[in-house]
């Protein structure tokens, strides 16, 4: 799974969406692309849910040279972590990252953590990764704050009923990886 949070970081920063979409419509994008590219070494890394994938996903980050940062129900310090927030100083860890990355158990406190609040306090370059429970995040917020340009994009590997409606606005969203 640390490999999975790895690869929708890596996915968004080096543009593979917006490359795969040129290549399927025969387009050379070259120049848009590499301009649009970023380097890991300047993200910052939110991880919602420091368990042991968490830790994990924190630990390699961190060797790539990431910030990473980290919200969890009892703090923990970590060599991996350059903060780690209570739940209830959620918004510091949205304030903060590049990526938010959810890897949490679905709770009565956790279901719907993350809506148009949660998404309007994060950083309109930022993106939202979900390898936890879809009932975590409110979809249709979701891509009310992608379509109003509130974030950059999500990576969701989990959704509250799968699988997903063929009729879902997520799976031809340009800002989404499923």
């Not at 969890?72 to 060599?79: A, C, D, N, V, W």
């Not at 990252?97 to 148009?116: C, H, Q, R, W, Y």
């Not at 969701?156 to 969203?173: G, N, V, Y």
């Amino acid at each position: 799974i640390s490999d999975h949070a790895l690869a929708y970081i890596f996915s968004f920063l080096r543009q593979f969406p917006n490359a795969l979409r040129a290549q399927l419509q025969r387009r050379w994008a070259n120049s848009e692309l590499k301009e649009a590219c970023q380097e890991s070494c300047d993200q910052t890394i939110g991880i919602v849910g420091v368990g042991a994938i968490g830790s994990e996903i924190a630990r390699k980050c961190k060797l790539l040279g990431m910030r990473v940062i980290g919200a969890k129900r009892t703090p923990i310090e970590s060599e991996w972590l350059d903060a780690c927030y209570p739940m209830s100083e959620l918004d510091k860890l949205l304030e903060e990252s590049d990526f938010v990355i959810l890897i949490l158990p679905l709770t009565k406190e956790t279901e719907n953590l993350m809506g148009a609040e949660q998404f309007a306090k994060m950083k309109n370059s930022a993106y939202l990764i979900n390898l936890a429970r879809g009932a975590i995040v409110d979809h249709e917020a979701l891509v009310a704050a992608l379509d109003a340009g509130e974030l950059a994009g999500a990576g969701l590997d989990i959704f509250t009923k799968e699988p997903l409606d063929p009729d879902s606005p997520l799976w031809l969203h340009p800002k989404v990886l499923i």
